[in-house]
Nanobody, 110 residues
Framework: QVQLVESGGGSVQPGGSLRLSCAAS?????MAWYRQAPGKQRELVAQ???????FYTGSVKGRFTISRDNAKNTVTLQMNSLKPEDTAVYYC???????WGQGTQVTVSS
């Protein structure tokens, strides 16, 4: 059993930045951030492998950066130039496992 705990969500104006963190209770290979907006399906935002290879969905490329600290079992999502359409609950996920974090709300609004 692996526990994932997110932190760092909140409210910000368009163009602002937020930093999300996910702490895992054990070592994880690939990690990912997903998000789910009201009335929409959960979607992959970014993913990082144990070797720090990354993937981003098109709408966040150039604005979001995913990184990890293997020694601390943490993964971070730096979100810049935020847009109202980024508003969602963001979830940390250990890829290939049934483990998800509890979610953290990100709201982008003027």
């Amino acid at each position: 059993q692996v526990q994932l705990v997110e932190s760092g969500g909140g409210s910000v104006q368009p163009g602002g930045s937020l930093r999300l963190s996910c702490a895992a209770s054990g070592s994880i290979a690939a990690m990912a951030w997903y998000r789910q907006a009201p009335g929409k399906q959960r979607e992959l935002v970014a993913q990082i492998t144990s070797g720090s290879s990354t993937f981003y969905t098109g709408s966040v490329k150039g604005r979001f950066t995913i990184s990890r600290d293997n020694a601390k079992n943490t993964v971070t999502l730096q979100m810049n130039s935020l847009k109202p359409e980024d508003t969602a609950v963001y979830y940390c996920h250990a890829v290939g496992t049934p483990f998800w974090g509890q979610g953290t709300q990100v709201t982008v609004s003027s």
